[in-house]
């Protein structure tokens, strides 16, 4: 086992969700993480319904986004239960991962092994991906998620890929993040109050010109969604049990009476 995955469960099931709206997938992954465990990991692929802005659970967006703003460029908003700053959900490959750390582990390390494990499965596909170095400490009403990668995100050429973000709540560890097909963080200007600066460009996998071809790898969203699933599972597998996740009917009903938590306009423009 790769020194940076001992952080890792051994077994882990794998839940491949329709797209759905941005409450839904905000309640899935914080269900997710309130039933954590050590002994099996949950990797949940997802995508939304319709291009929504999310906000780090603390990100500052006074002055920056309100509802005005937001619902003028047409776009739904959420509060995250993760980490990190704005961000732009719209042609992307999302994942997120729970799982209850073990003894002395930290968020760190389970970041760093998630990590490696998504960095394998691109370069597997011939993504020429690689980790982001130190970087400047980044407040949470700092700059949009897409505008600098932090300290150990997947880049290609400087260019942010994937952009992550995570909370630790006691031993139970959530990670989320998007895998950019296209690159639309540009939209989070339009969404904004006043006049943001467009965020540099971001790599968008299906916009790589991959391999001595030139050609990007894959042609379509759902070719890249299957490659990388595929991709993931084989790096998993490496060193663990993997299987299919069911919901019960019970997580179902959790997930269905939070919806609501992640639009409520006291969490959402709290700040």
């Known amino acids: 086992m790769s020194p940076r995955r001992a952080a890792l469960p051994h077994a882990w099931t794998v839940w491949p969700c329709q797209p759905a709206d941005g409450p839904t997938n905000m309640a899935t992954d914080a269900v997710l993480l309130d039933h954590a465990s050590p002994d099996v990991g949950v990797w949940r692929w997802y995508a939304w319904s319709t291009p929504t802005v999310s906000f780090g659970r603390n990100e500052r967006t ?36 729970t799982f209850g750390l073990t003894g002395s582990q930290g ?55 994937v952009g992550s973000a995570v909370w630790r709540h006691g031993s139970r560890y959530l990670q989320h993040g ?58 998993l597998s490496r060193d663990a049990t993997v299987t299919g996740f069911t919901p019960s009917a019970s997580l179902l009903g959790e997930i269905a009476l939070r919806r609501d938590e992640f639009t409520d306009p006291d969490r959402l423009w709290r700040r």
């Open 178 to 235: 998007s895998i950019l097909l296209h690159d639309d963080q540009a939209m989070l200007a339009e969404a904004s109050e006043g006049s943001m600066p467009l965020p540099p460009p971001a790599a968008g996998l299906l916009e790589l010109p991959l391999g001595s071809s030139g050609i990007p790898a894959h042609s379509d969203a759902r070719t890249a969604q299957v490659a990388l699933a595929a991709a993931v599972h084989c790096e």
């Open 107 to 161: 968020w760190r390390e389970a970041y760093d092994a998630v990590n490696d494990v998504l960095e394998a499965a691109l370069r597997a596909m011939g993504v020429p991906v690689a980790r982001a170095g130190a970087q400047p400490p980044v407040a949470p009403d700092g700059p949009v998620c897409f505008d600098m990668p932090a300290e150990g995100e997947l880049v290609v050429n400087g260019r942010k890929l």
């Open 62 to 97: 006074a002055g920056r986004y309100s509802p005005a703003s937001v619902a003028a460029a047409g776009l739904p908003a959420v509060r995250r239960p993760t980490g990190g700053r704005a961000l732009l959900h719209s042609r992307e490959i999302t994942y997120s991962v």
